[in-house]
DNA sequence: TCTACGATCTTT
DNA sequence: AAGATCGTAGAT
């Protein structure tokens, strides 16, 4: 039975609140499913590690929008990096989906890889776009309606570990620091770049 | 227009 | 340690 779809009020929340809540539930874009086990904060307003931080472009547009779509944009002129929106409509957030476990669709997910054979690690942003087929004509898709690119309730996870965010050194040190990188504990799936540490619940 | 560079990943 | 690869943002 698929999970049903995250309600648009799930995300227009902190973008924090909404990247703790997002792990254990489930990204869908035709017979690929994933379950999401690492994501970022990207908070509004006092973040300078945010694309928002420049104010409105036509890139990061949607995140400027109402929440509960998404927001794709290309990095490095290679990978397709899933943004989830949060807040509120005129606030700039959302929460990066890093890793995840593939749950359906491994063929598919195989061909997208070039024919790489066996489990797939989808740990970082660039494979989470590449398994999932996405490009930039995904920003701004609507997640809680069926069709095209969904995100669905899975399971609940009761320990998280944190760390400080990936790649962002042109952030300033407190938002480089802070502790915006959320886990699912003990995954495998899951950035090993840089160490995290376990969360009370 | 021109330039520098990036919320990365793979290969050397 | 470095190359791939190109759209974006800010400068000219």
Known sequence: MPGRLLPRQFYARDALDVARDLLGQEIWHGDVGLRITEVEAY????DT???CRVG???RNA???GPPGRAYVYLCYGLHQMLNLVTNRNGEGAAVLIRSCEPIAGHDTIALRRGGKQGPALLTGPGKVGQALGLDTSFSGHVLYRRGGLEVRRGSSVA???VGSRIGIGYAEPEHQHAE???AVAGSPWVSRSRQLRS???
């Open 62 to 64: 949607p995140m400027w």
């Open 159 to 161: 320990d998280v570990a």
């Open 180 to 182: 915006w990188r959320l």
């Open 49 to 51: 590690a945010n694309h």
């Open 199 to 201: 969360a009370e619940r």
């Open 43 to 46: 908070r509004y307003p006092d």
């Open 56 to 58: 409105l472009t036509a």
